[in-house]
């Protein structure tokens, strides 16, 4: 990289001035120091990764540098010049735009909407739609995003959508784009489509800020890369200069030998089975799933795992075929008969599905046993707190007190909510979609030692998981699905991942 100053080198009067410097940038919460008196610079043209597990700073430091939060102390330097950002526009105004995880865009808008929005084209107060809808599409094309301009934001795939969101920071002007986890739901074409994009950015002077759990990007796209740990900048290195195991230690401390945890846990009858099953979006899919079993179901997003997965839930009706409990026949006509017979999802968008955000993290571990909680209309209010309690002792889930917000709560925390809530329920068969999509190395692990934990008690799991090497070591038997299909099953480490590739791509 041409530019290698880091936040720890003796400043040298010949050096570039950074496109950006944060000097000593702090940020408090009520009972919470988040952000510790950071040092770092960027330069222009650099791709400058920053990891660290969730709870560690890095969303504080995102919403510093867009407007988002104001700081409680230090200085943040645009071009060797004092800024405050106040509000976002504050931000936008001097060409920084973030592209985040949750994409926060307007469902019920087109494409072309969502990315003139706040800059709309009008003549006398009227929208010129058209003129916008073919402005967008050649954004679009140009980016080389195969994405209708024209079409509804809400009809488009999670992917799609944080395509719709990169391309609306594109068009503004960027000078300094954030990218939060980028490709957690993006195909492996999409994927590319992304890492050309920011590689132009990187040869026109753009800097990017890119923040992944996925270490393997790291080392694709970055030029440097800084740790954040419990708030506070622990390095900052070359990418080149690294290794995997290294950023690991920085990011908790220690070391983590096996990051996909796997025990051998014997295998004991059939508690789920699937005959021919189809339904909105998948066709003739027959599977089992046994106590003590990990069931992993493979394939691009879009090719029918999730519809599958959400009609055995009761999520959506099916059109034929059958399905089977503990050898009996299994009727669910909706998400309450699921729960009832003892199924759980931890669906793919916490956020939209697996969460109620306006509620606390207690509301939420408990929301599928209020039931339980209740007698006579009223909730006994101290079983709730020992239940939600017990699952943030056990779940080590990071916050500030049971009432919290569950908003408020890093993503890696907030998955271990959705997953909290269902062991209190006490299911038998947890399907697990994209479990570890936004979560750091550490949750990882303990989302797979939890994992283990529920088969030891005689639980079933089905896993869906578009990264491959994941759904590979865990899986004791593996589906692949392409366009709606089961097109392969393979029992555990029969099949390398060339061979499972080309299945879910149809090569």
């Known amino acids: 990289m041409r530019n290698a100053c880091g936040p720890e080198a ?37 791709v400058h990764a920053i990891v660290g597990e969730n709870g560690a700073g890095k ?45 926060v865009l307007c469902r019920h ?34 980016l080389g995003f195969s994405i209708s301009a024209s079409a509804n934001l809400g009809s488009l795939t999670i992917g799609q959508q944080q395509l719709v969101a990169t391309a609306r920071a594109a068009a503004r002007g960027s000078r300094l784009i954030i990218f939060d986890e980028p490709t957690a739901y993006l195909t492996r074409q999409e994927t590319e489509q992304l890492f050309k994009l920011i590689r132009r950015m990187h040869a026109d002077h753009i800097t990017v800020i890119y923040i992944s759990h996925r270490l393997e990007e790291i080392f694709q796209l970055a030029d440097r890369v800084s740790v954040l740990r419990d708030g506070v900048l622990v390095s ?35 508690i789920f089975e699937a005959k021919d099953l189809t339904g909105q979006g998948f066709e003739n899919i027959s599977m089992t799933v046994r106590s003590g079993e990990i069931a ?24 034929g075929g059958e399905m089977r409990w503990r050898g009996e026949p299994l009727r669910i006509r909706s998400e309450r008969d699921a729960m009832r017979r003892g199924i759980a999802l931890i669906p793919e968008s916490r956020r939209d599905q697996g969460l109620c955000l306006n509620l606390g993290v207690s509301h939420n571990l408990n929301l599928p046993i209020f039931d339980r909680l209740t007698r006579h209309l009223l909730i006994n209010r101290q079983a709730e707190m020992e239940h939600a309690d017990r699952q943030i002792a056990d779940l080590r889930i990071v916050t500030a007190s049971r009432a919290l917000g569950v908003n408020l709560l890093s993503g890696g925390n907030q998955q271990k909510v959705v997953v ?55 899986s004791d038997s593996l589906y692949v699905f392409r366009r709606g299909r089961m097109v392969a099953q393979h029992a555990r480490n029969s099949a390398d991942h060339e061979t499972i590739l080309k299945e879910a791509i149809g090569a």
């Not at 700081?71 to 504050?90: C, Q, T």
């Not at 494409?111 to 073919?134: C, H, P, Q, T, W």
């Not at 290195?237 to 014997?266: C, F, P, W």
């Not at 299911?427 to 939890?450: C, M, N, R, S």
């Open 236 to 270: 900052t290195r070359r990418v080149a200069e690294t290794d995997e195991q290294t950023l690991i230690r920085d990011m908790v401390s220690r070391s983590i030998g096996n990051l996909h945890y796997k025990e051998d846990i014997g295998h004991g009858a059939v």
């Open 10 to 46: 003796t400043a040298d009067p010949g050096a570039p001035v950074p496109l950006i410097e944060l000097r000593k940038l702090d940020k408090r919460f009520p009972g919470t120091h988040a952000l510790k008196a950071v040092d770092l610079s960027l330069f222009a043209g650099e």
């Open 59 to 103: 969303s504080t430091l995102i919403k510093l540098l867009t407007g988002a939060y104001t700081k409680s102390g230090g200085e943040i330097l645009w071009e060797g010049r004092p800024v405050v950002f106040a509000r976002p526009n504050d931000a936008i105004s001097l060409g920084i735009n973030a592209v985040h995880q949750e994409v």
């Open 420 to 474: 909290g809530k269902w062991l209190n329920h006490g299911a038998e068969l947890f399907i697990l979609d994209e479990p570890t999509v936004g979560v750091d190395v550490g949750t990882k692990v303990e989302i797979y030692k939890l994992m283990a934990a529920l088969l030891r008690k005689g639980a079933g799991i089905i896993l869906i998981s578009s990264y491959l090497p994941e759904v590979y070591d865990l």
């Open 109 to 142: 808008l087109t494409v072309a909407a969502n990315i003139f929005l706040g800059g709309e084209d009008s003549r006398l107060g009227i929208l010129k739609n058209g003129a916008m809808v073919r402005a967008a599409q050649r954004i679009l094309d140009g």
């Open 296 to 319: 992993g179901l493979y394939g691009l997003i879009g090719a029918g795992r999730s519809e599958f997965v959400q009609c055995v839930f009761g999520r959506r009706p099916k059109t």
